[in-house]
């Protein structure tokens, strides 16, 4: 992970608005990404990270906000004299051209010398390990090389800032998890800035140096993914983040024998171990969230807190198994090792590792 502390910044957002009408995809926005950061703009379909990919592109001009690109304001520069390159979700290549014309195409374009785009495309289809398909055109590549040559059409304009939006989503699941590879390796050769866009929480957690959850054009949470997976700032990220998703239990604080608990439909969770940001206030309605490995059953059971919970459904998933328990009236999942087996309707006991749980408050839904 890059080592953000001392480094200046590489792009800035300030005040950014974008509205088509009456209808705002982006309000009010401030954002700062370092030199050589890894940013993941994360979010479902409709939350604006694409859009605000767009704008510091300059293929959409924001209603309200400047853009700074290396300390200089682009906002409105055109995308050709921004400094950056772009990989779109479509390959987006000249089908009639080799994949050699398709990396030259745009340096010709700009009127670079001949020697230099050779340069060029040696060091981008290097990198790449894409030498053997420079004869070839598009229609004879795999997806998968279809989009390294894209990446490298964006390699070879040798930019500062380079952007990605959603570059993996048309592969299958097994070329998503070979690029997401081969794009980590990339940023940790060239260290670049790189703004990436996604919806998938896997490509996030596993290339950022920080992710941005944005939702309804705000961003809700930007933290590295170790603090966004452990200490979701509120309930929709703690929600968006994790598969299968963090469990909610609604219910109230209270207070036995001194010390803090979380009660729902009668049975009580001693919080012990919980780092709050702020009192316990017995009669608060709040809501619990535990993550599935954060549950600990039967034998794994240390000196947490046990209670009798009914398996429902079991999941074999290979490494894993998730369960899922009846417990005070809700279903939670739990994840287990995959060797293990629960039969449908046997009773478990199992207690929250309470120093990886998140309370939040019911009504406003931020982190307690």
Known sequence: MTDLSNLSNSVSIRDLSLSFGAVTVLENLNLDIKDGEFLVLLGSSGCGKSTLLNCIAGLLEPTEGQIFIKDRNVTWEEPKDRGIGMVFQSYALYPQMTVEKNLSFGLQVAGLPKDEIAKRIARASNILQIEPLLKRKPAALSGGQRQRVAI??????????????????????????????????????????MIYVTHDQIEALTLADRIAIMKSGVIQQLDDPITIYNRPRNKFVAGFIGSPSMNFLTGELAEEGGRPVFRTNGVSFSLDGYEASEALSPGRKVVLGVRPEHIKVDGDLGSEEAHDAIVDIEEPMGADNLIWLKLAGHTISVRIGGARRYAVGSKVRLGFDMTMASLFDAQTEERI
């Open 152 to 193: 490298g059409r964006a390699l070879v304009r040798d930019v500062d800032v380079f952007l990605f939006d959603e570059p993996l989503s048309n592969l299958d699941a097994k070329l998503r998890s070979e690029l997401r590879v081969e794009i980590k390796r990339l940023h940790q050769s060239l260290k670049n800035t």
